[in-house]
């Protein structure tokens, strides 16, 4: 036992050697696909180890050799114990280190996590070598079994973090932030179902800071006013308009929108946009308005809550009697899926009369919800209403009642909001809502009843929140971001003109060329004839009188005049990000700052080294490599650009070169031209090398690896 305890010991030196060494080096390290199968067991093996430790630390402590009636045999159980422990610590590290040279894991805790389980390894070695020391004092056994669980644990949460999340092992001991799930009686069509999809699906070309077709789709106003080619949506017309034209098209057609690459809309998806059209693309259109069965309500009852998971002990209505009771402006609808509960909505004063009140009567014990807003209801006919006994929701905005009829409600135990919003209600009469058992919002706003008034209720009935609706004198607004009209960014002519825009009437906007930021004195006046004829980075920023400046939109433009026959690739590009079709660097098509979304061509273990060739001489002065640079993804500047050129592909001179900036700590990402200059050539060939950063910088979480070069559009001029 004694020498395969020593060859097992020597193993483990030998392979905690192994590791240092590829530390030492890592910015270097290639790892064949037969280790990365390897790497990926780390998560099945690391668990032996960690138990090996455990079971140890804790059988040292809790029953010493000492104490046991074989000590010598029960010694040699737990120095095996802490050595196979050792020995699988350090295989654990091996493969770890395997693993983390796959992309796709946040860097900075990688670099806790590897370090963490370095540190087990190289701790769990000397421990065993000093083993019979250490299990001589008390104290040390203590010590150093507290700080083998310390490291157990920190490396272990990282890891967890990694794998599953951060905080994965402390969430259901933090508190949850969540958002209050919509009611499926309190949801809105627009709001809760369409405005979502365009949020998710749409609003990344479509806003503010992109407004692809002049579209800008944040506000219902500018989803109104559409783009350059109309507007969205056209209730006549048999495809009902622009929108769901362009969802339909094929994938491959270049006007189906989102475009290939992005997210797709869903079948459900596309059906809330095509009914909420249909139905008149109303934005204040609530869920419980549908009639029962039609297909948005159906929808709607898979996504939103019915009650709150409120139980309800009445039973169902007769179906028979709740078709009976829709009419042309009335509508009762179930309010969920198997829920007994109905609602029942009012529309259209000039066909309302308090006969339909009456009517009501057959189902009063399922109604939860009664909207009567603008419908001619006195206060007499409160006392109608006062016998729906299970009345949850109420509203009497802009009815006629005068609150004279207010108390009768008093006998609604469960209702909890009330509008009466709009009417001619007196604060006097709002006081009798103190002694309403489990009221809880009243509206009303657009009364003739006075702030002051309002804040006193607040203060005498505590339990009821008054909504008054936004009133304010003093606040200053910002201005949303200047919108860029552009489609095009490419200068392939003289020059373009510059297309900026902003919505707010009465605003100015100013712009700079030089890469410095507006102000309101200097920075000239956008007019709307300016051009842009060369490489410009355009920083553009709206002002108006009273109103707060707004963000700086900037707008990248490139001037491209030569087109190549081909792009040779001398050294080939990441099999993950390659240009198999070698147009890829010419196509005018600009990436995105996600890269995992494709048009990127990427290099790290070769440096990017390309040939241009032409089918007949030009004259050339300037090259501008378009990158992204994403300092947390490890994507940097290159760190030197050369071009060469000349008559004969063998025999190229050096015409220019340059070390582009780097990053000096972790920054949002973005995406930059850097123009390398030189005295005008002409040419038949042009070689372009572009060299990766060889090691991160000391600040950076990747410290010492190697960077990645991203390049989207090289333009020759």
């Given amino acids: 036992m004694q020498r395969w305890k020593a060859i097992i010991f020597n193993v483990s030196i030998l392979l905690n050697c192994l590791l240092l060494f590829l530390l030492l080096f890592e910015s270097r390290l290639t790892i064949p696909s037969w280790l990365q199968v390897t790497g990926r067991m780390h998560p099945l093996i690391l668990h032996f180890p960690l138990v090996l430790i455990i079971v140890y630390a804790f059988a040292v ?13 029960y010694k040699n159980a737990v120095s095996l114990l802490l050595l196979i422990a050792a020995f699988t610590a350090v295989v654990t590290s091996l493969m770890g280190l395997f693993l983390s040279r796959e992309e796709g894991y946040d860097p900075e805790a990688l670099w806790w996590h590897k370090w963490g389980g370095v540190a087990i390894a190289l701790f769990t070695l000397g421990w065993y070598a000093f083993h019979k020391q250490v299990q001589a004092r008390k104290l040390l056994t203590l010590i150093s079994s507290f700080f083998a669980l310390l490291l157990i644990v920190f490396t272990g949460h990282i890891g967890a973090g990694i794998t599953h999340g951060e905080d994965f092992l402390m969430a259901p001991m933090m508190k949850q932030q969540t958002t209050a799930p919509v009611l499926f009686a309190d949801a809105e069509v627009y709001t809760h179902m369409v405005k979502p999809i365009l949020q998710a699906k749409c609003i990344s070309c479509h ?39 362009r969802l339909h098209l094929s994938q491959e057609d270049k006007k189906h929108m989102p475009p290939k690459g992005k997210p797709q809309l869903t079948d459900d998806e596309i059906a809330i946009l095509t009914y909420w059209i249909k139905k008149g693309s109303d934005f204040r259109l609530r869920v419980t308005d549908l009639p029962v069965g039609d297909t948005l309500q159906q929808i709607a009852a898979k996504q939103f809550s019915s009650t709150g998971n409120e139980v309800y002990d009445f039973a169902e209505a007769d179906p028979a009697v709740v078709t009976k009771l829709n009419s042309v402006n009335r509508v009762v609808s179930v309010e969920a899926e198997g829920s007994p509960a109905l609602a029942v909505n009012f529309f259209n004063r000039s066909l309302f009369n308090n006969g339909q009140i009456k009517e009501l009567q057959k189902i009063k014990k399922q109604i939860v919800s009664l909207d009567l807003a603008k419908m001619p209801v006195e206060d007499a006919d409160l006392k109608l209403i006062a016998e729906m006994e299970n009345l949850r929701r109420l509203n009497l905005s802009f009815t006629n009642i005068n609150g004279s009829g207010l108390g009768e409600l008093k006998k609604l135990k469960f209702l909890h909001s009330i509008g009466l919003s709009g ?12 002694s309403f058992p489990e009221l809880k919002t009243v509206y009303v706003w657009n009364t003739a009843i006075a702030v002051n008034d309002i804040e006193r209720l607040k203060q005498k ?9 936004f009133k304010d004198d003093t606040t200053i607004l910002k201005l949303t971001t200047p919108v860029l009209l552009n489609e095009e960014v490419f200068i392939t002519d003289a020059s373009i003109p510059l297309k900026l825009k902003h919505y707010i009437q009465g605003s100015v906007i100013r712009y700079t060329t030089d890469g410095t930021e507006p102000d309101s004195i200097h920075s000239p006046v956008f007019k709307g004839n300016e051009q842009v004829s060369s490489n410009t980075m355009i920083r553009a920023k709206a002002y108006k009188t009273g109103w707060i400046s707004s963000d700086i939109l900037d707008a990248y433009f490139y001037k491209s005049t030569f087109t190549p026959d081909t792009v040779v690739y ?4 990441n099999k993950k990000y390659d240009d198999a079709q070698g147009k890829m660097l010419f196509d005018r098509l600009k ?7 494709g048009n990127w061509v990427a290099f790290r273990e070769n440096r990017m080294e390309c040939l241009f060739p032409f089918s007949k001489p030009v004259t050339m002065q300037s090259i501008t490599l378009s990158v992204l640079v994403d300092v947390n993804s490890y994507i940097m500047p290159p760190q030197q650009i050369e071009v060469w050129g000349g008559d004969d592909a063998q025999r190229l001179k050096l015409l220019g070169r340059m070390s582009p900036e780097q990053p000096g700590k972790i920054m949002p990402s973005f995406m930059k031209g850097f123009e390398c200059k030189f005295t005008a050539a002409t040419v038949k060939y042009i070689k372009l090398i572009a060299t990766p950063v060889g090691k991160l910088p000391a600040w950076h979480p990747g410290k010492g690896d190697k960077g ?10």
């Fill in 61 to 73: 402590i809790i029953l010493p050799p000492h104490k046991t009636k074989d000590e010598v045999a």
């Fill in 207 to 245: 806003s503010n800071q992109k407004a692809k077709g002049e579209l800008v789709m944040e506000t219902e106003e500018l989803l109104l006013k559409g783009g350059k080619n109309g507007k969205l949506w056209d209730t006549s017309a048999a495809d009902l308009g622009l929108l769901l034209q």
């Fill in 423 to 434: 009417t001619k209600i007196t604060a006097a009469h709002l006081e009798q809502l103190r």
């Fill in 461 to 469: 009935i505590k339990a009821i929140d008054f909504v008054t609706g």
């Fill in 570 to 573: 001398l050294k080939p590009a």
């Fill in 591 to 597: 990436a995105e700052t996600n890269f995992q979304l």
């Fill in 708 to 717: 990645w070069i991203f390049v989207d559009e090289v333009l020759l001029n």
